[in-house]
């Protein structure tokens, strides 16, 4: 089945980039998400990317995709304290497959920012 | 625009109970989905809902039930309630192949 994985914890000081990893497993993803969570919070669409591109760039934000190696990077440029948060790596499967209705998401990798 | 509205926001229950957990999409939206999301835990897809009926389901036992009505809010059932069904109950709803909007939750919480 589909399996998502991201590492558990990132420090980073304010001004840094911060970069979370992601790896997927479900060859047949048509779209991956970062979602953000607040604590207390439900979560918030960050960005997406399509299967068949390989970067996207919004505002502080990049997503840089390796479909071969179904790895899936966010970078936040200049990190603020109030990025401090959750972030959740989520696939979408192929609906030809079935799998289209449905995200899978990782653990979440907590990003705390320090001054 | 109001976007994903859940009702209630928290909730206790006890082991045995009943629970009726309910979702009001974004304007637009037509889609459904409920997620369990445990401590620590990233959400896990319980069922989605289009067009009044259940399009797909996750890994969950027949205790989860759902609604769609018409105007297309939905409901979430839970039968028989375990202290392991205690979580954050995430409605997401979109609009054909869009993106996913979640709601802030339900916390549910089983004693």
């Known amino acids: 089945g589909e399996d998502v994985e991201q590492s558990l914890f990132l420090s980073v000081r304010e001004g840094d980039s911060s970069v979370i990893n992601c790896t997927y497993t479900?060859?047949?993803?048509?779209?991956l998400y970062w979602y953000k969570q607040e604590p207390g919070a439900g979560l918030q669409l960050l960005t997406y990317?399509?299967?068949?591109?390989d970067m996207k760039q919004d505002q502080r934000l990049t997503v840089l995709l390796n479909k071969k190696d179904k790895h899936l990077s966010l970078r936040i440029a200049d990190t603020q304290t109030g990025d401090s948060a959750i972030y959740f790596c989520?696939?979408?499967?192929?609906?030809?497959?079935?799998?289209?209705?449905?995200?899978?998401f990782g653990t979440g990798t907590q990003l705390k920012v320090e001054l | 625009d109001a976007g994903v509205t859940q009702s209630p926001t928290h909730l206790i229950k006890t082991r045995g109970q009943q629970v009726t957990l309910r979702c009001s999409p974004k304007?637009?939206?037509?889609?459904v989905s409920w997620y369990q999301q445990a401590l620590g835990q990233g959400p896990q897809f319980i069922f989605q809902?289009?067009?009044?009926?259940?399009?797909q389901r996750g890994n969950f036992p027949d205790r989860f039930s759902g609604h769609q009505f018409p105007n297309y809010s939905s409901e979430l059932n839970v039968n028989a309630l375990l202290l392991g069904d205690s979580a954050l109950y995430l409605c997401?709803?979109?609009?054909?192949?869009?993106?996913?909007?979640f709601g802030s939750g339900t916390r549910l919480t089983v004693v």
């Open positions: 304007s637009g939206h037509d889609t």
């Open positions: 990317i399509f299967s068949n591109m």
């Open positions: 989520a696939e979408r499967g192929s609906r030809a497959e079935g799998g289209g209705n449905k995200l899978t």
């Open positions: 997401a709803s979109a609009r054909g192949e869009g993106g996913y909007t």
């Open positions: 479900d060859s047949s993803s048509t779209y």
């Open positions: 809902y289009y067009e009044e009926e259940e399009r």
